[in-house]
């Protein structure tokens, strides 16, 4: 009895395993979450765009933002930074310990074409590290200095 054939109106395992066969549609892979991608296309392609918008929503014109890797100002040591520089020569240096988005963060201020001033950890507390986050974050902040917002 083990080598009979499926009776008829039946489907064989084999049938439903069947992955050459052209008419079952097959899903596409879920492409990556944004903050999965590589470092320098998250920043670029999206941390940047989406931070400078923001910014500029918020009535402040964004003179120069760009991804650096270099010597962190102050403290020394190279890391990846995400510069900008806002009206009134109010600059903000995002630094990054890796090109991992989890990394450690330190956010950098300087009022009036100065050197910096202020040097505080970023996001020390987060579980998680998200677009949205990161953006928010840098905006709260930059509002807390008073550069931004209504105060």
């Known amino acids: 009895m083990d080598n009979q054939a499926s009776p008829k109106g ?7 395993n069947n992955t050459d066969d052209p008419s ?22 999206h941390f940047i765009p989406g931070l ?25 040591g190279n890391c990846w930074m995400v510069f900008c520089e806002l009206t009134e020569q109010r600059r903000f240096w995002l630094c990054f310990d890796t090109d991992k988005i989890t990394s450690e963060k330190t956010i950098l201020l300087a009022e009036s074409n100065t050197k910096p001033s202020i040097l505080e950890s970023f996001l020390i507390d987060e579980k998680k590290t998200t677009l949205a986050l990161l953006i928010s974050r840098v905006l709260q902040r930059l509002n807390g200095q008073k550069w931004i917002g209504a105060n």
């Open 10 to 16: 039946s489907i064989d395992k084999k049938e439903l």
């Open 24 to 45: 079952i549609a097959k899903k596409p892979p879920k492409p990556p979450k944004v903050e999965e991608k590589p470092f320098n296309e998250f920043i670029n392609n």
């Open 52 to 76: 400078k918008k923001a910014i500029q929503d918020k009535g402040i014109q964004v003179t120069e933002i760009k991804l650096l890797d270099g010597d962190r100002p102050v403290v020394g």
